[in-house]
């Protein structure tokens, strides 16, 4: 009897075994079925001649084409195979249709986009394009659709889900581009959280918090274009006195967000190979899939590589073709504006103007919210004054009845004209022509070329005010912060090969105008850059790509002899500043005093200004798109040891200092990272709390989606930006994910990244790739001039 039961045991557990093989491998198969092959041939409707893809070993597509609608048919359906979740719920979103897919937990998210009204816009775009511009949207639109229509297996998100993707239209690129715009607009959010800054501390704290870039902040260019414009007195008065002031993000209401990027472009006379050479860095939440899709693309007129955005066609937020290479920083343009409404207390449908009252345009909209059991709806009505839609309910820190007035929602904003311009240019007179026509969003580009001039230009619809800036909420009632018009393109700042040797961006200033661009300017990390850059006159490839990868922070460079002179006589504090001895101030991921030093610094803007703002606006201010303004505040009081902002006003009875505080910051970090990591000093490596983790859309409900945590180097305030979330210290929140390197007197020697990977296909060989290969600073070869040597072939034939 016992040896039965052993042996029934023994079945028992070999037949358990087996299912639980058999289920993994049934679930390895099944997550594998969506991934595409780089090899053989595909017929497809809609081609009218042979395309050939040539995949290199990191899944980035060389698209080889006869003609220029069948390049962009292939693009669309080449990226719709690694990327078609990603841009199902970017068009989605872009629609307020996520709650389609999502449920009950994104009926606020489309509540605002539909607000806001994006789709809407992007349906009056469409018809405003160029014919040529919509004829490639066009063309773009049938590939991703090729590839919905003749796709077996979709990819795992959408199993999971129990959901299809509805045909591709053009207009889901068109808004895909207006949300790209509308993320790097700063005052969306900045400009709402000052005007609670305002309301819960005071006009007077206001000012003091808001606080003015110091004299030395570096500028893109110092060139002067001997131009003159012609403002109203009442915009000149409103801004010449007025300073700029850093820049902060609340939070975007979708994660496109580029809160520090940079690029560094030396002329011949500054390298040693006697060429330019060309670094770019935009930096954005990193997440799964790449916000990028890197892709080159050869036919017609087109022979360009760089980064893409999936749903969109072309390349675009930086890249090179035969002739030029360009990359782009957030320009941090102030091109949106809030007005307060006042409503007719007879009628909540009308608003007063200086002539008067004015009905609202009224739209009436519905949320679709999936259920269990179908669908349920949600209707509700958007109310849109002349300065746009009324956002109060939809957006945080809005005061009631405020309209939000931002260019882009005043279509045409050229965006596909002006980039598709762009990747064909060959010249910078070409180049600036091209961004001419673009409304926006604002940004600076940078720009180099195989001749060996190099030069940038800025774009924006700068706004001509009646009065004021633009800097918080104005009265809509009275006609009097009315736009009057954009100041010209003409106009706008831009270099072409100034005597320096070199341009840089790093979202400071572009240069001094008399017009107001933006109160959000950033500074440190174009300090350290003209530290570098003074350093020597000539500089090699691999010293210039190592740009790119610098950590020291100007901040701490700033604030640690602060530190020692404060808690030099301090018994308790001895140890922990021990660290900052000989310390060269890299914010790197072996070193106790980078954490240190970020612990510090956290504590010190909560300890300077919670007691002011309370907590939930100091838990703000602390976000990674907001840092930089009480950076800049604890910058120009510094050296004031008795400014009023040091004094803790909950104790009434003691009046501190700077170095109270400094002290009573170093204390808390010391608390709180031996609370943490331990007692010992010598054990507080960055690297152990500061780590990047590449988080997909579903991960947190499904974290095997997820990468796991990278530990990775800088801060943000290096120019190797490693954004971290203060509300999860010290987990990175952002940083330089698309990055590109390019020495105009060797092409084939470029290299791009853009991590975790090509593919958005989980399983697939380049979902986390590059990850890795990221994290320690590398970028692969971009292969332009050899595409056609690469051993993965698939050809797309048409179909007869």
Same mark, same amino acid.
């Given at each position: 009897?016992?040896?039965?039961?052993?042996?029934?045991?023994?079945?028992?557990?070999?037949?358990?075994?087996?299912?639980?093989?058999? +289920?993994?491998?049934?679930?390895?198969?099944?997550?594998?079925?969506? !991934?595409?092959?780089?090899?053989?041939?595909?017929?497809?409707?809609?081609?009218?001649?042979? $395309?050939? $893809?040539?995949?290199?070993?990191? &899944?980035?597509?060389?698209?080889?084409?006869?003609?220029?609608?069948?390049?962009?048919?292939?693009?669309?359906?080449?990226?719709?195979?690694?990327?078609?979740?990603?841009?199902?719920?970017?068009?989605?979103?872009?629609?307020?249709?996520?709650?389609?897919?999502?449920?009950?937990?994104?009926?606020?998210?489309?509540? =605002?986009?539909?607000?806001?009204?994006?789709?809407?816009?992007?349906?009056?775009?469409?018809?405003?394009?160029?014919?040529?511009?919509?004829?490639?949207?066009?063309?773009?639109?049938?590939?991703?659709?090729?590839?919905?229509?003749?796709?077996?297996?979709? #990819?795992?998100?959408?199993?999971? !889900?129990?959901?299809?993707?509805?045909?591709?239209?053009?207009?889901?690129?068109?808004?895909? &581009?207006?949300?790209?715009?509308?993320?790097?607009?700063?005052?969306?959010?900045?400009?709402?959280?000052?005007?609670?800054?305002?309301?819960?501390?005071?006009?007077?704290? !206001?000012?003091?918090?808001?606080?003015? !870039?110091?004299?030395?902040?570096?500028?893109?260019?110092?060139?002067?274009?001997?131009?003159?414009?012609?403002?109203?007195?009442?915009?000149?008065?409103?801004?010449?006195?007025?300073?700029?002031?850093?820049?902060?993000?609340?939070?975007?209401?979708?994660?496109?967000?580029?809160?520090? +990027?940079?690029?560094?472009?030396?002329?011949?006379?500054?390298?040693?190979?006697?060429?330019?050479?060309?670094?770019?860095?935009?930096?954005?939440?990193?997440?799964?899939?790449?916000?990028?899709?890197?892709?080159?693309?050869?036919?017609?007129?087109?022979?360009?590589?760089?980064?893409?955005?999936?749903?969109? #066609?072309?390349?675009?937020?930086?890249?090179?073709?035969?002739?030029?290479?360009?990359?782009?920083?957030?320009?941090? &343009?102030?091109?949106?504006?809030?007005?307060?409404?006042?409503?007719?207390?007879?009628?909540?449908?009308?608003?007063?103007?200086?002539?008067?009252?004015?009905?609202?345009?009224?739209?009436?909209?519905?949320?679709?919210?999936?259920?269990?059991?179908?669908?349920?709806?949600?209707?509700?009505?958007?109310?849109?004054?002349?300065?746009?839609?009324?956002?109060?309910?939809? $957006?945080?820190?809005?005061?009631?009845?405020?309209?939000?007035?931002? $260019?882009?929602?005043?279509?045409?904003?050229?965006? =596909?004209?002006?980039?598709?311009?762009?990747?064909?240019?060959?010249? =910078?007179?070409?180049?600036?022509?091209?961004?001419?026509?673009?409304?926006?969003?604002?940004?600076?580009?940078?720009?180099?070329?195989?001749?060996?001039?190099?030069?940038?230009?800025?774009?924006?619809?700068?706004?001509?005010?009646?009065?004021?800036?633009?800097?918080? #909420?104005?009265?809509?009632?009275?006609?009097?912060?009315?736009?009057?018009?954009?100041?010209?393109?003409?106009?706008?700042?831009?270099?072409?090969?100034?005597?320096?040797?070199?341009?840089?961006?790093?979202?400071?200033?572009?240069?001094?105008?008399?017009?107001?661009?933006?109160?959000?300017?950033?500074?440190?990390?174009?300090?350290?850059?003209?530290?570098?850059?003074?350093?020597?006159?000539?500089?090699?490839?691999?010293?210039?790509?190592?740009?790119?990868?610098?950590?020291?922070?100007?901040?701490?460079?700033?604030?640690?002899? /602060?530190?020692?002179?404060?808690?030099?006589?301090?018994?308790?504090?001895?140890?922990?500043?021990?660290?900052?001895? &000989?310390?060269?101030?890299?914010?790197?991921?072996?070193? /106790?005093?980078?954490?240190?030093?970020?612990?510090?610094?956290?504590?010190?803007?909560?300890?300077?200004?919670?007691?002011?703002?309370?907590?939930?606006?100091?838990?703000?201010?602390?976000?990674?798109?907001?840092?930089?303004?009480?950076?800049?505040?604890?910058?120009?009081?510094?050296?004031?040891?008795?400014?009023?902002?040091?004094?803790?006003?909950?104790?009434?009875?003691?009046?501190?200092?700077?170095?109270?505080?400094?002290?009573?910051?170093?204390?808390?970090?010391?608390?709180?990272?031996?609370?943490?990591?331990?007692?010992?000093?010598?054990?507080?490596?960055?690297?152990?709390?500061?780590?990047?983790?590449?988080?997909?859309?579903?991960?947190?409900?499904?974290?095997?989606?997820?990468?796991?945590?990278?530990?990775?180097?800088?801060?943000?305030?290096?120019?190797?930006?490693?954004?971290?979330? +203060?509300?999860?210290?010290?987990?990175?929140? +952002?940083?330089?994910?698309?990055?590109?390197?390019?020495?105009?007197?060797?092409?084939?020697?470029?290299?791009?990244?853009?991590?975790?990977? /090509?593919?958005?296909?989980?399983?697939?060989?380049?979902?986390?790739?590059?990850?890795?290969?990221?994290?320690?600073?590398?970028?692969?070869?971009?292969?332009?001039?050899?595409?056609?040597?690469?051993?993965?072939?698939?050809?797309?034939?048409?179909?007869?």
């Amino acid at each position: 009897m016992k040896s039965k039961k052993i042996k029934a045991l023994v079945i028992s557990l070999g037949i358990i075994v087996f299912i639980v093989i058999a +289920s993994v491998v049934s679930l390895q198969v099944v997550f594998r079925l969506p !991934l595409p092959s780089y090899s053989g041939t595909v017929t497809l409707d809609g081609l009218t001649a042979k $395309v050939e $893809v040539w995949t290199d070993e990191h &899944g980035v597509p060389h698209i080889f084409a006869q003609n220029e609608a069948d390049l962009f048919f292939a693009q669309g359906y080449i990226t719709a195979r690694e990327r078609m979740f990603q841009m199902d719920t970017t068009r989605l979103a872009g629609s307020g249709e996520l709650s389609t897919y999502f449920g009950e937990a994104t009926i606020k998210a489309d509540k =605002f986009f539909k607000t806001v009204g994006f789709y809407r816009t992007a349906e009056v775009e469409y018809q405003l394009l160029k014919p040529e511009s919509r004829a490639f949207l066009d063309a773009y639109t049938k590939g991703v659709n090729a590839y919905i229509s003749t796709c077996k297996n979709l #990819p795992i998100e959408y199993t999971l !889900l129990g959901v299809k993707p509805q045909p591709w239209k053009p207009q889901d690129s068109v808004v895909t &581009g207006l949300l790209m715009a509308y993320s790097l607009n700063r005052p969306k959010d900045t400009e709402l959280v000052l005007y609670q800054i305002g309301l819960k501390a005071g006009e007077d704290i !206001l000012k003091h918090i808001t606080p003015t !870039l110091p004299e030395y902040a570096p500028t893109v260019s110092e060139r002067n274009n001997n131009l003159n414009l012609s403002i109203s007195n009442n915009a000149e008065s409103a801004t010449s006195g007025e300073s700029r002031r850093c820049d902060s993000n609340l939070c975007c209401p979708i994660s496109l967000d580029i809160p520090a +990027s940079n690029w560094m472009i030396f002329a011949g006379s500054r390298t040693t190979t006697g060429k330019p050479i060309f670094t770019g860095s935009p930096d954005l939440q990193p997440k799964i899939p790449a916000l990028f899709y890197l892709v080159h693309l050869k036919g017609g007129r087109y022979d360009v590589i760089g980064g893409s955005i999936p749903g969109a #066609p072309g390349v675009n937020v930086l890249g090179f073709n035969r002739k030029i290479a360009w990359s782009t920083t957030n320009g941090r &343009g102030d091109e949106l504006d809030y007005f307060i409404e006042k409503l007719n207390p007879d009628n909540p449908n009308q608003y007063l103007t200086e002539n008067g009252y004015k009905d609202f345009k009224l739209i009436d909209e519905v949320v679709k919210i999936k259920t269990k059991d179908g669908f349920r709806e949600e209707k509700f009505q958007v109310k849109i004054s002349r300065h746009g839609p009324i956002i109060s309910d939809v $957006v945080s820190n809005a005061p009631a009845n405020c309209a939000m007035m931002w $260019v882009g929602l005043q279509p045409p904003t050229n965006m =596909f004209d002006g980039f598709d311009a762009l990747i064909r240019a060959n010249n =910078f007179e070409e180049f600036r022509r091209a961004l001419s026509v673009v409304k926006t969003p604002t940004i600076n580009f940078g720009y180099a070329d195989v001749d060996g001039n190099i030069g940038y230009q800025y774009i924006m619809s700068v706004p001509l005010r009646k009065n004021g800036d633009g800097t918080l #909420p104005v009265p809509g009632d009275t006609g009097e912060y009315e736009w009057t018009g954009f100041v010209p393109f003409e106009k706008l700042p831009y270099d072409y090969n100034p005597d320096k040797g070199y341009i840089a961006s790093f979202n400071n200033p572009p240069k001094n105008v008399n017009y107001h661009i933006t109160s959000y300017f950033m500074f440190e990390r174009a300090l350290r850059f003209e530290e570098i850059v003074k350093s020597k006159d000539k500089f090699t490839s691999e010293e210039i790509r190592n740009m790119q990868l610098d950590n020291v922070s100007m901040v701490a460079k700033r604030w640690v002899p /602060q530190v020692l002179k404060a808690c030099g006589g301090t018994e308790e504090l001895q140890a922990a500043p021990a660290l900052f001895q &000989g310390w060269n101030y890299s914010i790197d991921i072996q070193s /106790q005093a980078a954490t240190l030093f970020n612990s510090f610094y956290m504590h010190l803007i909560r300890n300077t200004l919670e007691d002011e703002l309370g907590k939930e606006l100091c838990d703000t201010i602390l976000t990674p798109y907001l840092i930089y303004q009480p950076d800049m505040m604890l910058a120009n009081i510094m050296d004031d040891n008795n400014h009023f902002l040091w004094d803790d006003i909950r104790t009434t009875d003691i009046k501190e200092t700077k170095e109270d505080m400094v002290r009573k910051s170093m204390k808390d970090a010391v608390n709180e990272l031996t609370s943490r990591l331990g007692s010992d000093p010598t054990k507080w490596e960055w690297g152990k709390v500061h780590m990047m983790t590449f988080k997909h859309p579903m991960g947190a409900k499904l974290p095997f989606f997820n990468l796991k945590p990278i530990p990775t180097n800088g801060d943000g305030f290096t120019i190797n930006a490693g954004w971290w979330d +203060s509300q999860n210290p010290y987990a990175m929140d +952002s940083g330089g994910v698309i990055r590109m390197v390019i020495d105009m007197s060797d092409m084939e020697s470029a290299t791009l990244i853009s991590p975790p990977g /090509q593919s958005g296909q989980y399983k697939s060989p380049y979902y986390s790739d590059l990850a890795e290969i990221w994290a320690k600073g590398m970028q692969i070869p971009a292969h332009f001039l050899s595409a056609q040597e690469l051993s993965k072939l698939l050809i797309l034939e048409p179909a007869r």
